[in-house]
């Protein structure tokens, strides 16, 4: 009797240490490292090519480390924040995937010479809204080709009842064609406001300080947003020093919409040290350099991504 309730007892203790170690080597094995280069942003999801997948979904969220690395051997080292990763930017993230083979971030790392690269695409990766009016009438325009060519399917499909189901398959693919032409890679304003800077400085007036408050409040209500910093400077002065004066009011007016905590940082796309290019006013006039010396906060929605 004793004998057979130690073998009891041996074999559930078994049986336990068997289970624990399969949901061990389980944990174990959703943990991953991935490296790519990030080529989508929408809020807490950021998509990544990497040399298995063309689109990997990885999970961001407020906690997540983005770091920087740079100097000799990458001992130095920066926490940026998630708004810091950019399309465009080499990444190396660590985490673990949930059921839906999404990879949930814990940390990502990048170099300083990936950030400078990323920010460069980056510069010229938003269209201005004059681009996307240019692309909306691009889009019309093919839109209507689009709906001629429809028409000329059904006039066929007229006289070719034999071919009925052949040609619905055509008119369906045309109807996809369709909806990607209306919201792959566009960008869709939804408004924006202008904040304005002294000459050499990167202080926000209170006045700006309210308007971008309201602003901001008023625009976390647009499902899907993202929102875009852009700081440039007048072309009077060095030009280090004019990019460093935008970078620094891009950052100044970063922090207050930070302040609101209406914004998570995984909706705040990476502020962009413009320098002294695309000029609103001439630098002529003190007038004009003052329109010169501004951060423009954008409200956009990617309908490439969420739609």
């Not at 004793?2 to 061990?24: P, Y």
């Not at 499909?157 to 009925?164: F, P, R, V, Y």
Request: glycine share 8%.
């Amino acid at each position: 009797m004793h004998i057979q309730s130690r073998l009891r007892t041996t074999c559930g203790l078994a049986i336990s240490l068997a289970m624990f170690t399969s949901l061990g080597l389980t944990a174990h094995a959703q943990q991953a490292t991935v490296e790519g280069m990030v080529i989508g942003r929408d809020g807490p999801a950021m998509a990544v090519k990497t040399s298995d997948t063309p689109r990997l979904t990885v999970l961001l969220s407020d906690s997540t480390k983005a770091t920087e690395k740079g100097g000799f051997l990458g001992w130095d080292r920066k926490d940026l924040g998630v708004a810091a990763l950019v399309p465009g930017l080499s990444v190396k993230v660590e985490g673990t995937y949930d059921p839906d083979h999404k990879l949930i971030a814990k940390k990502v790392t990048f170099s300083r010479t990936a950030m400078t690269t990323a920010k460069q695409i980056d510069a010229g990766l938003y269209p201005t809204n004059a681009e996307i009016a240019a692309a909306q009438d691009q889009l019309k325009s093919d839109r209507r080709d689009i709906e001629q060519g429809q028409q000329d399917i059904d006039t066929t499909k007229q006289g070719l009842a034999a071919n009925t189901e052949a040609t619905a398959t055509n008119t369906q693919g045309i109807g996809h064609a369709n909806q990607r032409f209306t919201t792959l890679d566009q960008y869709e304003t939804k408004g924006s406001v202008t904040v304005n800077f002294a000459n050499g400085k990167a202080i926000v007036n209170k006045k700006d300080n309210d308007a971008l408050t309201d602003f901001v409040k008023a625009a976390a209500d647009t499902p899907g947003f993202m929102i875009e910093v852009q700081g440039y400077a007048s072309t009077t002065g060095p030009a280090a020093l004019n990019q460093r004066l935008s970078a620094e009011r891009a950052d100044a007016v970063l922090a207050i919409i930070q302040q609101t905590g209406v914004v998570p940082m995984t909706r705040i796309l990476a502020p962009a040290a413009m320098g002294t290019t695309n000029q609103v006013a001439t630098d002529h006039t003190r007038s004009g350099q003052a329109q010169n010396r501004r951060v423009v906060v954008t409200i956009v929605v990617n309908k490439g991504i969420t739609g």
